[in-house]
């Protein structure tokens, strides 16, 4: 579990940093250039995916609460809406004048699905940290 902890927390504070340390940001890529800068964001992002998918794999995961049947339908519909608020973020729609960042809602929606469904721990680190 601690590795999932680790992954999901790198996660969240290097896609943060920017918004939160523009500061520090603006500093770095000053450093380091642009490219190399956005060469660590990557590789950070890539180590906290591998965190993940390894701290997913080996947690035995232990049941919180149980979700009801009928949340199986409810997150297919809204993975579907999150998958257009995701894409929409990038594509020339009108979806952008009513939400701010759709992109960000989506990842919301996606997290909020997950655990309509999911009530074990380590389902609630993912996707709750994530949300979060």
Not at 56 to 68: C, F, G, L
């Amino acid at each position: 579990m601690n590795l999932l902890v680790a992954g999901v927390l790198l996660w969240s504070v290097v896609h943060l940093f920017p918004a939160i340390a523009t500061g520090g940001r603006r500093a770095l890529v000053a450093r380091l250039g642009d490219g190399p800068y956005r060469g660590l964001f990557a590789l950070l992002i890539v180590c906290s995916l591998v965190c993940i998918v390894l701290g997913w794999r080996s947690t035995t995961p232990v049941a919180v609460y149980t979700p009801a049947p009928a949340m199986r339908s409810v997150t297919l519909g809204l993975m579907v809406v999150a998958l257009i608020l995701f894409v929409s973020a990038r594509a020339p729609t009108d979806i952008k004048r009513l939400i701010r960042h759709p992109q960000l809602t989506g990842v919301l929606t996606w997290a909020v699905a997950h655990l309509l469904s999911n009530g074990d721990s380590r389902s609630l680190v993912l996707f709750g940290g994530i949300g979060v």
